[in-house]
């Protein structure tokens, strides 16, 4: 009876073993350092409130909410690691280059209207990335973040505003699917970035306005684990 029990224990350490070298194999794929870039779109809406013409004496100024979008180029890199045999814990740093100079701004002031430009530039984010391995070669991963983004605008004269690094947050969803080869993978990914309220002057006829906007965009691409 002693040799059957232990010959059943030493089965079953050796069926845990191999499980736990199988799992850690699976999630192996998603761990390490990665590099990935992605196409995709942006779809942005941008607002202006608190507006008011700094003259003498001072105006109400009014202007409404801008749509908008652009497309978008991602690129970036990462680190992962597992911390059980079907979660991993990551985290991303992300530069995403667009230039929509398309959105078009008219501010109100009585009857007069004034025209500027708005557009942002780089957007940084700085991530942390929980997955989850839903199948032996697909992680499905969410992200929660900061971001710093440049909005540039010019004014209706055609004069520069001045430049500004506006904070926010990033929240975003996506799957990782490994690719021939196992270091390779394909992602698709949706992420909704949430500007922090910031208070601006433009220079040329110079109006005072807290700024606000989010964005919610779409990118598809490929990565690599030097794992």
């Given at each position: 009876?002693f040799?059957?029990?232990?010959?059943?224990?030493?089965?079953?350490?050796?069926?845990?073993?191999?499980?736990?070298?199988v799992?850690?194999?699976q999630?192996?794929?998603?761990?390490?350092?990665?590099?990935?870039?992605?196409?995709?779109?942006i779809?942005?809406?941008?607002?202006k409130?608190?507006?008011?013409?700094?003259?003498?004496?001072?105006?109400?100024v009014?202007?409404?909410?801008?749509?908008?979008?652009?497309?978008?180029?991602?690129?970036g890199?990462?680190?992962?690691?597992?911390?059980?045999?079907?979660?991993?814990?990551?985290?991303?740093?992300?530069?995403?280059?667009?230039?929509?100079?398309?959105?078009?701004?008219?501010n109100?002031?009585?009857?007069?209207?004034?025209s500027?430009?708005?557009?942002?530039?780089?957007?940084?984010?700085?991530?942390?990335?929980?997955?989850?391995?839903l199948?032996?070669?697909?992680?499905?991963?969410?992200?929660?973040?900061?971001?710093?983004?440049?909005?540039m605008?010019?004014?209706?004269?055609?004069?520069?505003?001045?430049?500004?690094h506006?904070?926010?947050?990033?929240?975003?969803?996506?799957?990782?699917?490994?690719?021939?080869?196992?270091?390779?993978?394909?992602y698709i990914?949706?992420?909704?970035?949430?500007?922090?309220?910031?208070?601006?002057?433009?220079?040329?006829?110079?109006?005072t306005?807290?700024l606000?906007?989010?964005?919610?965009?779409?990118?598809?691409?490929?990565?690599?684990?030097?794992?």
């Amino acid at each position: 009876m002693f040799t059957r029990s232990s010959t059943f224990l030493s089965l079953f350490l050796c069926l845990a073993t191999l499980m736990g070298q199988v799992a850690s194999a699976q999630t192996s794929k998603f761990e390490g350092f990665n590099l990935h870039t992605g196409l995709g779109g942006i779809s942005q809406t941008t607002f202006k409130s608190d507006m008011v013409l700094l003259s003498n004496p001072q105006m109400p100024v009014s202007s409404p909410d801008i749509l908008s979008s652009a497309p978008i180029l991602n690129v970036g890199a990462g680190y992962s690691k597992a911390v059980s045999d079907q979660f991993t814990l990551g985290l991303e740093f992300n530069l995403s280059a667009r230039d929509s100079k398309h959105i078009h701004s008219v501010n109100y002031v009585g009857p007069y209207a004034l025209s500027s430009m708005l557009w942002n530039t780089n957007q940084y984010t700085l991530s942390l990335s929980p997955g989850y391995l839903l199948a032996p070669e697909t992680l499905i991963y969410a992200k929660f973040g900061a971001l710093k983004v440049t909005t540039m605008c010019t004014n209706d004269n055609g004069q520069p505003c001045t430049s500004n690094h506006l904070s926010g947050q990033n929240l975003g969803l996506g799957v990782k699917q490994v690719l021939a080869g196992g270091r390779n993978y394909f992602y698709i990914e949706g992420n909704k970035n949430q500007l922090s309220t910031a208070r601006l002057t433009t220079v040329n006829t110079p109006v005072t306005y807290s700024l606000n906007g989010s964005t919610l965009n779409l990118i598809l691409g490929f990565g690599h684990h030097f794992n």
